[in-house]
């Protein structure tokens, strides 16, 4: 009883010397009770919305099963109980890569093979922590990670085992004893580095081999297209264009779409659509049976030989322009207008309304006018006349007709950029990879991206305007980068108590007071300003990238990902990890021996921050991307303002899913993962957890929920190969200054020095093996089901590379 009284008070006593000055706590350094909150909070965030989610989707499945009923259900997708409320997990797991494939494509079976790339890598990692590195940690030091500044409790159970187990111990470890423990982290970065470059490597590997056997059986037209930039100006033209081509002895041309600047074009169709918009919308506020009634000074009746269809009739529209008005029963004059509506649409027999009807809309024709929409058309829709909506859209509708026929039939300068189409999949691989101008940015051949994939108003813009917008785009989001470092490094400084203090001394007070509070405020509350700052900043690039003139949607979004992953790595870990050596910036410029250890003493101190971070997104914040939390808060107020068929027919419409805004996080997650690998195992852990739950939340979107619809065919990988390779440099970097901390540690540092070298050679053997495999087609992939008859080609195209606003039809408005 005397020993265990003696105990009692040694703890006591400890608690009393290691709890610190309240002023001096520092969010970064959260205890371990707000990292038990945190996980409380995130788990019944997670439970919350994985059950809110599993009770939408068996009531709305149109909405949150769209693809499910895409095309009459043509896709085929697995099925299970609507009545089970979980039902839908066993079947999600069970699907295959192989059914991936099938169901959404290439890019989301390379999305997906990221995640379990990490949960293989993050898994194997977790062994070793658990099984090695922590126990031997905890018994030389009595930290089971490597933190100097962990919680109150962690040195209080420090020293108790010093004290009870190992009682010759004065508490500071001998120096050979040091070096013995220290060792074991050179070992094991040198461990982690290969077995990490080893799973990206094979994994590199299956991506390539799934990308070759999956692309080499295709034979469609986007399969068989090359984009053709740098056309001299005398080669402008489809017959000598053409001619060029062959002599150059790569194969036949089918088909040649020189791009032309049909920016005219272009404005006219964007005005036609928004005429359709607003012409669609009176309809729908017209009583159907008045929808027909055309109006004059004199009478009202309604035509009963207008028909609908799906394309308007030009002849007569030509006619009706010109004819104006025909007098039907001799005195009374009537607008002779055939209604633009499309094979959807009803046609009203002319049966339905009876003679009496009809006099019935003579006499009462002030009563049904007041039933037509009308509109006012001055100035913002308040000023000018009030006419019939109908009839003077109906009109402006013609009218932009009649323009976009006249402007089809215009002169355009053609650009320098042209889509070939060759006789075969092989030779349009061949173009793609050759060189076939000894000029300097002549005659530049790339894969053109799929039909639905162009953005034909920047495949118009001549090379001048399309540098301009690149190059403006990219300054611009360069400079906002920058100055959102300001917001961010001032972030990290004022969740600190003592600056709260400062500006706010009735808050910091009321913090000093309630030591729960305290923790909220610097603990908790970083991770989720984090979160909520990060949420919309990646759409705002996105609106950026759009503007930025890249011919293509897979474009934009490749280009979305190395954005948003600059914001948030560079904002998120490096300025928040060394806001505290912001003011002595230059000082560390100039000594660059510093850095490393700086990176190390940083990390050290946001080890259990990042837990919470990773915890916050992983568990708490991934289920909720199961709801869809745009289109579920959007989805009421779009239907009650869904009121033509077009808008409601557009309703279910499966949401797009962009690698640009989804992929960045996750990459950066595994990158400060690799950093902490060695030193702390709740890391591990919570990566580890991160990238289960994000493995099956996207499988269940990419399969069910979303779209993608960009034609990318895989080229996302070296993005995540390259960064992947960043993170490990990162690791190094950190380990070495970690160890250069303790005395002597230069001698253990400098063992680490051959590892960027090694890691720089796979990324050079990347470059040059694995990089053409991801971005072309080998030839005897192609060759090989050429020969077994086995290439996958459409009976009939449906996708072609002819400028649509030149050869589309003027579809008419929807009326049902």
């Not at 508490?171 to 040198?190: D, K, Q, R, S």
């Not at 404005?267 to 055309?294: G, M, V």
């Not at 108590?497 to 910091?508: A, C, E, N, Q, V």
């Not at 090694?758 to 040059?768: A, M, P, R």
Request: aromatic residues 14%.
């Amino acid at each position: 009883m005397a020993a265990f009284r003696d105990i009692l008070a040694f703890v006591s006593t400890l608690n009393n010397n290691a709890s610190p000055d309240k002023d001096d706590h520092d969010f970064r350094k959260p205890t371990a009770m707000v990292v038990t909150t945190q996980l409380a909070i995130a788990s019944v965030l997670g439970i919350f919305a994985l059950f809110s989610f599993s009770v939408l989707l068996k009531k709305l499945p149109r909405l949150y099963a769209s693809r499910r009923y895409k095309d009459q259900g043509s896709l085929g997708l697995p099925t299970w109980n609507e009545g089970s409320l979980f039902g839908w997990i066993p079947v999600l797991y069970r699907i295959n890569d192989k059914q991936l494939l099938e169901y959404a494509g290439l890019d989301a079976f390379v999305f997906l093979s990221f995640f379990k790339m990490c949960i293989k890598l993050l898994a194997t990692f977790c062994f070793f922590s658990i099984c090695i590195i922590s126990p031997i940690r905890y018994h030389f030091t009595g930290y089971y990670d490597d933190n100097s500044n962990d919680p109150d409790e962690y040195s209080i159970r420090t020293q108790l085992y010093k004290r009870l187990i190992d009682t010759t111990s004065d508490g500071i470890l001998p120096p050979e004893t040091a070096n013995m423990y220290l060792w074991m982290y050179v070992l094991f970065t040198y461990f982690f580095t290969f077995l990490a470059i080893k799973t990206l490597t094979s994994q590199t590997k299956e991506v390539v081999n799934t990308r070759q056997t999956y692309l080499g059986k295709m034979n469609t037209i986007t399969d068989r297209t090359i984009r053709l930039s740098g056309i001299p100006i005398e080669l402008r033209n489809m017959d000598t264009l053409k001619r060029r081509i062959e002599e150059l002895k790569i194969g036949q041309v089918s088909s040649i779409t020189i791009c032309r600047e049909w920016e005219p074009l272009n404005k006219l169709y964007h005005y036609r659509n928004s005429i359709l918009k607003k012409l669609e919308l009176a309809y729908a506020d017209c009583p159907p049976n008045l929808r027909q009634q055309t109006n004059s000074p004199e009478s009202y009746t309604l035509n009963h030989n207008s028909t609908t269809s799906n394309t308007v009739n030009r002849e007569e529209q030509e006619t009706s322009m010109e004819e104006g008005v025909t007098n039907t029963t001799g005195n009374s004059p009537t607008l002779n207008i055939a209604p633009l509506t499309n094979t959807n649409s009803t046609t009203l027999d002319s049966n339905v309304y009876s003679q009496d009807a009809i006099e019935d809309n003579e006499l009462y024709s002030e009563i049904h006018l007041k039933e037509r929409p009308t509109m006012k058309i001055g100035m913002w829709g308040i000023f000018g006349n009030e006419v019939d909506s109908i009839d003077y859209l109906s009109d402006q509708l013609r009218f932009i007709d009649d323009e976009i026929m006249r402007a089809r039939k215009a002169h355009y300068s053609a650009t320098p950029t042209a889509f070939v189409t060759m006789d075969s999949v092989a030779n349009a691989q061949m173009a793609a990879q050759a060189v076939l101008d000894p000029r300097v940015h002549y005659f530049i051949t790339r894969l053109a991206p799929a039909p639905h994939d162009i953005k034909w108003d920047h495949v118009c813009l001549s090379r001048s305007d399309r540098l301009t917008k690149i190059y403006t785009v990219t300054v611009f989001i360069g400079i906002s980068s920058i100055f959102l470092i300001i917001p961010v490094s001032y972030l990290a400084t004022l969740l600190n108590l003592k600056t709260i203090s400062k500006f706010w001394p009735s808050l910091g007070n009321l913090l000093k007071e309630h030591r729960w509070a305290e923790n909220m405020v610097t603990g908790l509350l970083p991770t989720y300003l984090f979160t909520l700052l990060n949420v919309g900043i990646p759409y705002f690039y996105e609106l950026l990238t759009s503007y930025q003139g890249l011919v293509s949607y897979s474009e934009e979004e490749i280009s979305l990902v190395s954005k948003n992953f600059f914001y948030i790595f560079v904002n998120l870990f490096l300025v928040f990890t060394l806001a505290g050596t912001a003011s002595n910036y230059w000082g560390y410029l100039s000594d660059t021996t510093k850095i490393a250890y700086q990176l190390a003493t940083s990390v050290k101190e946001f080890s259990l921050f990042y837990v919470d971070l990773i915890i916050l997104q992983g568990i708490g914040m991934f289920p909720f991307k199961l709801l869809l939390a745009g289109s579920l808060i959007g989805f009421p107020l779009i239907k009650i303002q869904a009121k033509t068929p077009r808008q409601r027919k557009e309703l279910y419409n499966p949401p797009i899913f962009n690698f640009g805004l989804q992929l960045p996080q996750p990459i950066l997650i595994l990158i400060i993962t690799l950093i902490y690998s060695v030193m702390s195992t709740k890391i591990l852990a919570s990566g580890l957890a991160y990238f289960i739950i994000g493995f099956y939340v996207y499988k269940y979107q990419l399969i069910y929920a979303t779209d993608h619809l960009p034609h990318s065919t895989g080229k996302v990988w070296p993005l995540i190969y390259r960064r992947i390779l960043v993170g490990l440099l990162l690791f190094q970097l950190t380990m070495a200054g970690t160890l250069a901390g303790f005395e002597g540690g230069w001698v253990l540092s400098s063992w680490l020095f051959p590892l960027p070298f090694i890691t720089f050679s796979f990324w050079w053997d990347f470059e040059k093996n694995y990089l053409p495999l991801s971005q072309y087609i080998a030839l005897s992939s192609i060759r090989e089901h050429e020969r077994d008859n086995s290439m996958v080609s459409t009976p009939v195209e449906t996708e072609n590379y002819h400028y649509p606003y030149l050869i589309g039809q003027l579809e008419g408005p929807m009326l049902s």
